[in-house]
């Protein structure tokens, strides 16, 4: 019986079918200017399908992809969906050790890595018991490897296999904000479902659209901003190999002139500073969206007011795929998270999984049709997350008489002062607000009577004077937010740990 249900099909062969197969699906900022339109990208797609086929690499095996922003990407992506190989997307600014834990976990039998990342994953892979293929894209091959040339030789393309839409499709690996990356598999049919919640009802992407994403495609937000979105209607896609520095994003929107831009708070707080002395580029923004970390209300302010577009603010986990809860155009009150998605459910518990009154703070719940499959291996955090229906996120928010949800803070950043909670984010957002401050994150810490109190760590701005301001913050954030939740202490490190997706680790900062 035909199911029918391999996203290929939608996101890939539908286009040459209904006529937009000359179009530019993805191209290349920077450099190399290559690109592929929507006929090229379903030929080597079937390409690929057919090389795993040569290769001996079948039906729902692993293939782990350290791959950067670059063509190969969505012909591999696709491509192992065609074959009902199961691509994993990986982050490509682990180390050696993080390879080898995920490589082992999820017994990828193929590799398939940029030239550029082969000297960090390389040794991961001796004494691998399952790796039986590794692939190279661009440079040399060395011993014991191929080229990506040579593993596409001959191959004979293959049609995308008829799939069901709750089948494996595609894992990803968390971040890693809150300790050891986990293996959440997603089906084909989540694809679709985000595509058609936010990209279609929030984002409104358009066939005319040109995307760009700093979040890289091996991110879930990276994922659907770069691929699924813009594949869904037929839209292009600029992609970007490089660190996404303030200097190169704004010539990037300067020169591909992009009209959606996908960013992340610490990237648009940098542009900002960046361009107090420096000039802005000409650009054709109409739309700019933000999640990974909750966005402050001074930077969309400041955003809009150099740009003239706002920034929809939203929340999405690797969990869900992408973004359940979000502001959206002419409906955006900075300070918010915004408010369901259309096609998702959400509910604020406490610790008995009642839920909360507005005004109170909870733990979020999400329900809706992009929900992983679960974690790999790992079945008590399973059950702990994935309850039903529902999804627990990690995160704490208060739900307003509006409708709209305020982010808190993670569960585990969350804190008693006096016996009332108090949200990090909060005092971050005061923090974020002085203008000799680049960025904050706040953590609990205990005094000298074992209480716990605020403690902040601050990025400054170029040339603020850190002893001038030490005392100045405090003062700021009790006239700003409240006396009692003003830092006790403050440090001035030169940056914060963070994810690469952007997510600040403030485990590493309690510990």
């Known amino acids: 019986m035909t199911k029918t249900g391999n996203a290929a099909l939608w996101f890939v062969d539908r286009h040459t079918t209904e006529g937009r197969g000359d179009k530019v699906a993805f191209r290349e900022a ?14 080597k797609s079937a390409q690929v399908a057919g090389a795993f086929a040569q290769a001996g690499i079948t039906r729902e095996d692993r293939v782990a992809c350290l791959v950067l922003d670059q063509l190969e990407y969505p012909e591999i992506f696709w491509g192992g969906l065609k074959a009902g190989v199961v691509p994993i997307p990986l982050n490509t600014l682990l180390s050696t050790s993080v390879y080898d834990v995920i490589l082992r976990d999820s017994r990828a039998t193929c590799l398939i890595v940029s030239h550029e990342l082969l000297e960090t994953v390389l040794p991961a892979t001796k004494d691998n018991p399952y790796l039986r293929t590794i692939v190279v894209i661009g440079g040399d091959a060395p011993a014991g490897t191929i080229s990506y040339d040579t593993f596409m030789q001959d191959a004979t393309p293959c049609p995308a296999i008829d799939a069901s839409g709750d089948e494996i499709a595609f894992w990803l690996y968390s971040s890693g904000s809150t300790g050891q990356p986990k293996g959440v598999r997603h089906v084909h049919s989540a694809l679709r479902a985000t595509a058609d919640t936010y990209g279609a009802q ?62 992340v708070p610490t990237l648009y707080a940098a542009m900002i500073a960046h361009l107090e002395n420096n000039p802005k580029p000409a650009a054709d923004l109409r739309v700019c969206i933000s999640a990974g970390e909750a966005l402050p209300e001074d930077v969309g302010t400041t955003w809009r007011d150099n740009w003239d577009v706002d920034i929809m603010d939203g929340v999405g986990s690797t969990e869900m795929l992408h973004i359940f809860l979000s502001n959206r155009p002419n409906d955006i009150v900075y300070g918010t998270s915004g408010t369901a998605v259309p096609g998702y459910d959400l509910r604020c518990v406490d610790e008995d999984g009642a839920d909360v009154a507005v005004g109170g703070i909870g733990e979020l719940l999400v329900r809706g049709a992009s929900a992983a499959d679960g974690y790999w291996n790992q079945r008590d955090k399973s059950r702990a997350t994935f309850e039903g229906e529902w999804t627990r996120t990690g995160d704490k928010y208060e739900l307003t008489d509006t409708g ?9 950043d969350m804190f008693k002062v006096s016996g009332i909670w108090v949200s990090p984010f909060e005092i971050e957002q005061a923090l974020a607000s002085h203008p000799d401050v680049l960025e904050a994150a706040v953590v609990a810490a205990r005094d000298e009577n074992g209480l716990e109190k605020p403690k902040a760590f601050v990025v400054l701005k170029q040339g603020a004077d850190q002893a001038q301001v030490q005392d100045e913050l405090k003062e700021f954030v009790k006239e700003k937010i409240g006396k009692w939740k003003y830092p006790r202490w403050i440090e001035f490190p030169a940056d914060l740990p963070k994810t690469a997706t952007g997510k600040i680790q403030r485990f590493k900062l309690r510990d």
């Open 30 to 43: 920077a450099g190399a200017k290559r690109s592929i339109t929507y006929k090229e990208l379903s030929d």
């Open 202 to 263: 929030v984002l409104g992407i358009r066939e005319e659209d040109v995307v760009y994403s700093v979040a890289k495609v091996f991110f879930a937000y990276g994922m659907g901003n770069a691929m699924i979105f813009p594949m869904s209607v037929g839209a292009t896609t600029i992609l970007f190999s490089g660190r996404p520095t303030p200097v190169d994003v704004l010539a990037i929107i300067g020169t591909e002139k992009p009209t959606i831009f996908c960013g």
């Open 404 to 412: 709209r949800y305020i982010y808190c803070g993670r569960t585990d």
